[in-house]
């Protein structure tokens, strides 16, 4: 697993989403993290996240997000 | 409950009122009074009295709206449409009628109205089913083209009127076919919902029915209940201009100020096209259970869609299907009498209670 991948599975919301604000800053600005979640709530509060937060929801699976890093 | 409605309520115990279906003093008080409770029903949303048959709650009268559609039409096929947004009630019964499709909303938790029109114009629809307003963003739907396009099909439409009556004017209403409302959203008992199925509406009764209530709903009605209910509706179509008027400005006061004073919330729902009374929004990082529990302590009894707060699994799918956050979830329904103090106490205490569940996290 490269540094770029969180593993938050077994994580219930906001646990997940908590992870990857800490995490972003550690990629530079352009590159993407990749988090794997499995809570149900995991799905839309990526894509929020992602809305509020001003970042790029690259990739969206159930359980699989890959998010891009815009500033 | 509403003052007026718990009078009417013990009132009608006092009174002693008996089995509607006998003939004794008793049961014609009874029966008057549920033909009584009817006929404000039936006025409040433009239908007939013996239309209106009432259930001992909101989710019964949506299983009931849906089931009996389905049933009734069950030649033309079993698929029902919902909106993504409908209450669960209705989505569960869309499912268990056979084949459910759910039309997905935009942000503001409206409609697509083009995805609904193609939706209900498909081979073996038996009913289609939308709210007035959303339980619990407060959206208000596009019901006159909603309605036009299953007119246009031949598709019966189940309305949900639950957060909107007394709050939207329905007494002139067409263009549905069966509509459901529960007597908790406008202070009257918990106990009380009803369907309003339209003379002619193909609607078979999905259970077995006796002689109560034109054999639509079975068993003895819970008549000081329903009356109570009837008073409640009353109150609200009297009292529900002004009232809304107020709620709506305080609801623009506590989306404005929660938008200042809290970084990073999510505020919910359309902010003009809505019913007054419900507010809703989250606040990231921060977890719905906490922040209930904490508002709580504060004074303030708040719902919430996040799954950690309804001992659920999942979040609320209406905030999913709008694209919201669903976690640090907060819902507020204004009551009659919420004065603007208390909207200004609780944007007092809400900044520093976030503050702090986010501190906990490491998210300060």
Redesign the interface.
Known sequence: MSAATLDCRGM????P??EL??RITDVEVGEQVELLAD???A???T???C???GHELVESTTSQFVVRRLH | MLPDARAAWLAAHEAGWGDPLRLHRAGRLAAQALDQARATVAAAVGARADEVVFTPSGVHASHAAVAGLALGRRRVGDRVVTTAVDHSAVLSAAAAAGEHVAVGVDRLGRVDLEAWRTSVAAEGVAAACLQVANHEVGTVQPYAEAAAACGTAGVPLVLDASSALGRVDLSRSTGWSVLTGWAGAFGGPVSVGFLVIRKGVRWRAPYLVDDYQDARWPGPPDVASIHAAATALEAYLRYGRAVGERQRVLVDRLRAGIGERVP?A?VVGDPVDRVPQLLTF?A????GESLTLELDRAGFAVASG???SVNS???SHV??AM??????NVRLGLTRSTTSAEIEAFLDVLPPIVAELRAR???A
């Open positions: 219930k919301c906001p646990r989403i908590i604000a800490r809570d149900p709530a799905g839309p509060d894509a929020a996240w809305r509020m937060r | 990073d999510d989250s990231l990082y921060v977890d996040s799954a950690c699994e999942h979040p905030l999913a694209g919201a956050l669903t976690h640090g996290v490491g998210m």
